[in-house]
């Protein structure tokens, strides 16, 4: 009834304490029959083939099993476990986008790793990646600071430390406001007379984008990211008007009522039928809104490339919002299948949500200088340390940045992992010259610790298969995790290098578990160091 193929796609690995290294559902054709298929391949890499229930476990001749895989590793080294599924195909990943005239902080390097996990993890399934920030440098929120600034900004202060300055200044007038809604309005005026070019808000805008900026590319050069398209919000302005007239054109906005008093009309994007709020355009006094540009920059990008997705890490706070965006395209007549957001939740330190507004943040910057003096210096763990922390948890859940997690020696993080193959160097070193590598069958019994380690290896390809189709680097860390825990287990009850008849296996398997360890921190945007 059903061909080979179909048996391929419904392969799984058995949960444990199933005695079997694969196994194949089998509901509506009998097991029996599948099973007579896979014997009848009489492939040499099967054990055994038996029905139990409804499924069919296969179990590996792991001598036959160890030279393909070990010389598979050995030959595609930086590119073990890649795919070609993407290939022919572009994304764009747009990620970071911070903002402005606010400091980088520990919960922007979960935006961060996310994104650079995911470019990479598209790049290794053979995607043409297309890198895009969106850094927030437009708007209220901006010309609230530089009203703040021209009240009580102090020239020494920010030419010492700019970035802490302007923070200070906005958890000013975020309090000051609150008690005095005239600074709103004295903002928004503000805003206008920077939208109508003047020439010295413009300076000051450019200088607070400038030290913002410079601290933001300080940050990417410790996490090695960097961006194909460095466009702020700014840059999108010039085509909103477009943007906003062909909404109304295609009946997608609407004029909607006037405010009582006033002429202006404001204009309005009605998303009942789909059990979605409506949202503002444009207000009546003319001014554009934030969703007017999340517009004329989705037309932009597909304007100007040719992809097969957008996808927006943004947290999950903005889902709402982004739902809106992306039914509009839709309705404009634009492709919104194409438009994904990937959510994350939010993170908290200290048992505190972080919050920019009341200044109840650890600076990025502060972070990772902590994190490299608690890595003894090591740039590589300390930054890895954060950023594994980040990615250690399934991207839907709030975390916490704890440390202690973060450093552990125990397991589940950074250090730990990195360890693994800093040991699995020092014994390739140790050894010389590796060992010839397995071309043929290994003539002897392949032991468990070997096996199970083997095993691991053999699985990593599927790994980054699924860490892509599910946009879920966390699957990659916990395999990581997994694989270093084995590799710990194997190096404290194996001798590797004693002269026996197993050390070409051995030194092999070594040799691979550095290769696919360097590749997995690779996907999550992590360095390897050369000692620990
Ligand atoms: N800068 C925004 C923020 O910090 C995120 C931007 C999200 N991207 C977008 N195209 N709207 O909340």
């Given at each position: 009834m059903f061909g080979l193929e179909k048996i391929a796609s419904k392969i799984e690995i058995p949960p444990e304490g199933i005695d079997a290294d694969l196994a194949i559902p089998s509901f509506r054709e009998s097991p029996e029959a599948v099973a007579e298929k896979i014997r009848a391949l009489k492939s040499p890499l099967f054990k055994e083939v038996v029905v139990k229930g409804r499924y069919v476990n296969i179990s590996f001749n792991y001598a036959e099993l160890a030279p393909l895989v070990l010389a598979d590793v050995a030959e595609k080294k930086g590119e073990y476990g890649w795919n070609a599924c993407g290939a022919g195909k572009a994304v764009m990943i747009e990620y970071s986008a911070p903002n402005i005239a606010k400091p980088m902080h520990m919960g922007h390097a979960r935006n961060n790793a996310i994104g650079h996990?995911?470019?990479?993890?598209?790049?290794?399934?053979?995607?043409?990646?297309?890198?895009?920030?969106?850094?927030?440098?437009?708007?209220?929120?901006?010309?609230?600071?530089?009203?703040?600034?021209?009240?009580?900004?102090?020239?020494?202060?920010?030419?010492?430390?700019?970035?802490?300055?302007?923070?200070?200044?906005?958890?000013?007038?975020?309090?000051?406001?609150?008690?005095?809604?005239?600074?709103?309005?004295?903002?928004?005026?503000?805003?206008?007379?920077?939208?109508?070019?003047?020439?010295?808000?413009?300076?000051?805008?450019?200088?607070?984008?400038?030290?913002?900026?410079?601290?933001?590319?300080?940050?990417?050069?410790?996490?090695?990211?960097?961006?194909d398209i460095d466009n702020g919000e700014s840059f999108y302005t010039e085509f909103i008007p477009a943007a906003i007239r062909e909404a109304l054109l295609k009946g997608v906005a609407q004029y909607g009522e006037a405010a009582e008093g006033?002429?202006?009309?404001?204009?309005?994007?009605?998303?009942?039928?789909?059990?979605?709020?409506?949202?503002?355009?444009?207000?009546?006094?003319?001014?554009?809104?934030?969703?007017?540009?999340?517009?004329?920059?989705?037309?932009?990008?597909?304007?100007?490339?040719?992809?097969?997705?957008i996808i927006y890490v943004v947290g999950h706070e903005q889902e709402l919002y982004l739902k809106q965006i992306f039914k509009t395209m839709g309705l404009m007549g634009y492709p919104e299948e194409k438009l994904a957001h990937v959510s994350y939740g939010m993170v908290t330190q200290g048992g505190k949500k972080i919050s920019t507004r009341t200044g109840n943040i650890v600076f990025l910057e502060d972070g990772f200088e902590d994190a490299i003096a608690r890595a003894r210096g090591i740039r590589e763990v300390g930054v890895g340390a954060i950023i594994y922390n980040m990615l250690s948890m399934g991207r839907e859940h709030d975390i916490t940045f704890s440390w202690d997690a973060a450093m552990s020696v125990e397991g589940n993080s950074a250090p730990y992992i990195q360890y693994a193959y800093v040991r699995a160097k020092a014994i390739l070193e140790k050894a010389g010259?590796?060992?010839?590598?397995?071309?043929?069958?290994?003539?002897?019994?392949?032991?468990?610790?070997?096996?199970?380690?083997?095993?691991?290896?053999?699985?990593?390809?599927?790994a980054v298969r699924q860490a892509h189709a599910l946009n879920a680097p966390h699957l990659i860390a916990t395999f990581l995790n997994a694989f270093a825990q084995e590799f710990n287990r194997f190096y404290a009850s194996v001798p590797v290098l004693e002269e026996s008849e197993g050390r070409d296996l051995r030194l092999a398997l070594v040799a691979a578990s550095a290769q696919v360890i360097e590749n997995g921190l690779w996907l999550l945007g992590i360095a390897v160091p050369e000692r620990m």
């Open positions: 996990a995911l470019v990479n993890l598209y790049r290794a399934n053979g995607y043409r990646v297309i890198t895009t920030n969106h850094y927030g440098d437009w708007g209220m929120s901006l010309a609230k600071i530089m009203l703040a600034y021209g009240r009580w900004g102090d020239r020494a202060a920010f030419d010492k430390d700019p970035v802490r300055h302007l923070l200070d200044l906005y958890v000013r007038v975020t309090k000051e406001s609150a008690d005095n809604p005239e600074l709103e309005d004295e903002a928004r005026a503000l805003f206008r007379k920077l939208e109508a070019g003047d020439a010295e808000l413009h300076a000051m805008w450019q200088e607070f984008r400038d030290v913002s900026v410079a601290n933001f590319e300080r940050m990417y050069g410790l996490l090695g990211i960097s961006f006033g002429e202006g009309r404001p204009i309005v994007v009605s998303l009942d039928a789909f059990k979605l709020p409506s949202f503002l355009l444009q207000k009546s006094d003319g001014a554009s809104l934030y969703g007017a540009r999340d517009i004329a920059v989705v037309k932009w990008r597909l304007e100007h490339y040719d992809v097969s997705k010259a590796l060992a010839s590598p397995l071309l043929s069958p290994y003539p002897h019994e392949v032991g468990a610790r070997e096996a199970a380690l083997l095993k691991l290896i053999a699985h990593f390809p599927e």
